[in-house]
């Protein structure tokens, strides 16, 4: 049984860029949610994905955007990088029901010059 | 606003002993989830233990226990015989059904031989 995927392991990008970043979910699980861990911090929730829609954000500007296809695999684009997204990018997926227990993919390395 | 606050930036053990890893959570929810993840040098983070909010008898996973006092918000994790692979970033993390995950700052545990 596979777990959660992501792709790329590491990417490297200059400021004004844009990004794609991708993530493959648990089998079974329809629901994933981004997360953003900067250097020595815990992780900042991006949005959720559920039925291909997003069912809640964080506190992210709107350069940060998404996508859920009907495989449930999923999608992060952030437009206009700046220096701040230089940080390390967790996918985490989950059955859609009350079992609340999120399951986290390697992550993504993005490093902004 | 949901806050998880983890007070120990570092802890450190001697192989084989116990030591006890503190969290406290702020929320007026009723129903929810806690959840101590393990973050290793690879950064992949890794589910330790999961507990729901409703049950009064405290979660175990072999060597890894908590002691949940609901009244207090507080949530602390055991881990016995503690192990070298047990270095890692603790990450105590807060959640209601089908929502985000809200992770507090976390500790780094040493385990010395």
């Known amino acids: 049984d596979a777990g959660v995927t992501q792709s790329p392991t590491h990417l490297i990008k200059t400021r004004g860029q844009q990004v794609t970043l991708r993530c493959s979910p648990k089998s079974g699980h329809d629901t994933v949610s981004w997360y953003q861990q900067a250097l020595g911090q815990g992780p900042q929730f991006i949005f959720q994905?559920?039925?291909?829609?997003?069912?809640q954000r964080g506190n992210f500007p709107d350069r940060f955007s998404g996508h859920q296809f009907p495989n449930y695999s999923s999608e992060l684009n952030v437009n206009a990088l700046l220096l701040g997204d230089s940080a390390l990018y967790l996918c985490a997926s989950s059955p859609g029901d009350r079992v609340a227990t999120q399951y986290f993919g390697p992550g993504t390395r993005l490093t902004v010059l | 606003a949901q806050t998880v606050t983890q007070s120990q930036p570092e802890m450190s053990v001697q192989e084989a002993e116990t030591v006890t890893l503190s969290c406290t959570y702020d929320t007026s929810e009723s129903d929810y989830y806690l959840f101590w993840y393990k973050q290793p040098p690879s950064r992949q983070m890794i589910l330790v233990i999961r507990?729901?909010?409703?049950?009064?008898q405290n979660a175990t996973e072999n060597r890894f226990s908590v002691n949940f006092q609901k009244a207090a918000k507080s949530f602390s994790l055991k881990i016995s015989d503690s192990q070298l692979g047990d270095a890692a970033m603790y990450f105590c993390?807060?959640?209601?059904?089908?929502?985000?995950?809200?992770f507090g700052e976390g500790t780094q545990l040493t385990v010395n031989p």
């Open positions: 993390a807060w959640e209601t059904s089908g929502s985000r995950l809200t």
């Open positions: 994905y559920y039925e291909e829609e997003e069912r």
């Open positions: 507990q729901e909010a409703y049950k009064q």
